[in-house]
Every structure is written in C-alpha cells, then in structure tokens.
C-alpha cells in the first residue's frame, strides 16, 4: 500500500521569505502523480500544485514549487515570497495513475509571521 | 468556488443516529468521491463513484454506505453513530477517474454527542 509522510507537523516562515514543506511517499509504481494541497481554516482543500512521475521538470506554479526526487521518492513544496495568506495546512498527495484515490500525508501547519 | 456543493455544512446528533450527507458534483464530473477527516485518523479515503457505479473502496466502516444517483449527485449515510464518526467528510469530483485532479467541496462537519 501506498503511503504518504510529512514529517513536519508545523512549520513557520516570516513573511517575502521563503519555506520549504517535505513530504516523502513509498510506492511500487513507476506512473503515479502527486500534489500539494491547501487547506486554509475556511477547511476548503485547494489544489497547490500537481506533478506526473513521468515528467523530469519540477512543477512550477507562480511562488510554489516542487523538487521532485523520484528516486528517493522525495517531493516538497517550495513556496517563495511567503505571504499572510498562504497560512495553512498544506497536505501532500499521492494518487496512481488510474483511479485518483488518494492518499493523503498527515499534514504540515504553516504559520506566516508578519 | 470548486463548483462542488455538500450539505449540510454543519451537523450535531447523538450517538446511534442515522445522517445522511449530500453532494452534488461540479457540473460534467462524472467521478464521486468521499473523504473522512478526523483529528486521530487524518484525511481517509472512504469510496468512490462513477457514473454511479461503484469504483473503489477505501476505509469506510460497514455502518456507512454512499451512493450516486442517476443526475450524478451522492450521498454518505452513516447510521447508529458513535462518538468517534465525529469529522469532518469531504466530498470531491474530477471529469473521469483518470485524470488525476480532484476539486474539493467545503466538507459537512459532524458532531455526534
């Protein structure tokens, strides 16, 4: 079975700076994707960012990025320019490449400081 | 706004009750699924629709059972509740089961006293 490990339950960041969350899955398949979820406290999941396992390039959107390490089954969450509003749970995602189940990691608090 | 609605928002029963949780899809998403959120457990995946049939199952209790009407709504029935089904359940929609992106509603919190 697949699973899905963030192992930084909090994290704080002072605010333009920037914050990198970690998350590590374990998982025999070669085709899966991957995401980062927000969760802010209206409780909402917003999807942040997504990769497919089959692409090299790390996904960029806007101030977020992921580094994605397949072969140490390693994918964090870069967020750059932190700003008030990212403040949240931000959630890691595994899902193969059929049936988009998926599996969740424990969740990581972030805390903007103004 | 995902386009996906739950109702009710909020929820308070008692233990051994009977709740039935709905949702409706972002217009064309054939897909259905339903996560269970609790402090202990964290996100779980309970089950999944298309179609209305059935895909997959995950972590959902025998006391619970889903299903997903011919207009594509669903709907979570949970019954004889107890204190530990206290969560809060999303539900979420994608276009196909394979597409890998799944919008999000706002959740339905239960409180089971």
């Known amino acids: 079975a697949q699973t899905v490990t963030q192992s930084q339950p909090e994290m704080s960041v002072q605010e333009a700076e920037t914050v990198t969350l970690s998350c590590t899955y374990d998982?025999?398949?070669?085709?899966?994707?991957l995401f980062w979820y927000k969760q802010p406290p209206s409780r909402q999941m917003i999807l942040v960012i997504r990769?497919?396992?089959?692409?090299?390039q790390n996904a960029t959107e806007n101030r977020f990025s992921v580094n994605f390490q397949k072969a140490a089954k390693s994918f964090s969450l870069k967020i750059s320019d932190s700003q008030l509003g990212d403040a949240a749970m931000y959630f890691c995602?595994?899902?193969?490449?059929?049936?988009?189940?998926?599996?969740f990691g424990g969740g990581t608090r972030l805390m903007v400081k103004p | 706004d995902s386009g996906v609605t739950q109702t009710p928002k909020h929820l308070i029963t008692a233990t051994g009750q009977r709740v039935t949780l709905r949702c409706s899809p972002r217009?064309?998403?054939?897909?259905v699924y339903w996560y269970q959120q609790s402090l202990d457990q964290g996100l779980q995946f309970l089950i999944q629709?298309?179609?209305?049939?059935?895909?997959a199952k995950g972590n959902i209790l025998e006391r619970f059972s889903a299903q997903q009407f011919p207009d594509l709504h669903s709907e979570l029935n949970l019954s004889s509740l107890e204190l530990g089904d206290s969560a809060l359940y999303f539900c979420?929609?994608?276009?196909?089961?394979?597409?890998?992106?799944?919008?999000f509603g706002e959740g339905s919190r239960l409180t089971v006293l």
């Open positions: 990769q497919e396992a089959y692409k090299q």
């Open positions: 217009s064309g998403d054939l897909s």
């Open positions: 629709y298309y179609n209305g049939e059935e895909r």
């Open positions: 979420a929609s994608s276009l196909g089961t394979n597409t890998g992106e799944l919008f």
């Open positions: 998982t025999s398949e070669s085709d899966y994707y």
């Open positions: 995602a595994y899902s193969q490449n059929a049936g988009n189940m998926l599996t």
